[in-house]
């Protein structure tokens, strides 16, 4: 069963920096892709980026680039986004989600994840 637990979420002036953690099950993390997706109101899901457990390999979409950063805990089975320069606009629901059993070139597949966490919220405002 696949079990995914996202914290880190809240209230932000911009510019400031938040980091929102991803927790999964044993089974979970070892086995395949997680990442990190979003959902502003009013917009369609986005992906962010992913990364392969296994080896620790790291997929970014544009979004990313520059201002997020994926990485993983092995001990703490987490996975974790750091989000910097927060802007108005990066308010949303963020989703952790996994492809569990996928191979590393899955993880750039992000149409493929498909179990989710149930989100964590973030609000920046001023």
């Known amino acids: 069963q696949v079990q995914l637990m996202e914290s880190g979420g809240g209230s932000v002036q911009p510019g400031g920096s938040l980091r929102l953690s991803c927790t999964a099950s044993?089974?979970?993390?070892?086995?395949?892709?997680l990442g990190w997706f979003r959902q502003a109101p009013g917009k369609e899901r986005e992906p962010i980026a992913s990364?392969?457990?296994?080896?620790?390999?790291?997929f970014q979409t544009s979004l990313a680039k520059g201002r997020f950063t994926i990485s993983q805990d092995n001990d703490k089975k987490t996975v974790y986004l750091q989000v910097d320069s927060l802007k108005p606009e990066d308010t949303g629901t963020y989703y952790c989600?996994?492809?569990?059993?996928?191979?590393?070139?899955?993880?750039?597949?992000?149409?493929?994840?498909?179990?989710w966490g149930q989100g964590t919220q973030v609000t920046v405002s001023s």
């Open positions: 990364i392969y457990t296994v080896d620790g390999s790291k």
């Open positions: 989600a996994a492809q569990s059993g996928a191979q590393k070139w899955s993880c750039s597949l992000f149409e493929r994840f498909a179990d």
């Open positions: 044993e089974n979970t993390f070892t086995s395949g892709c």
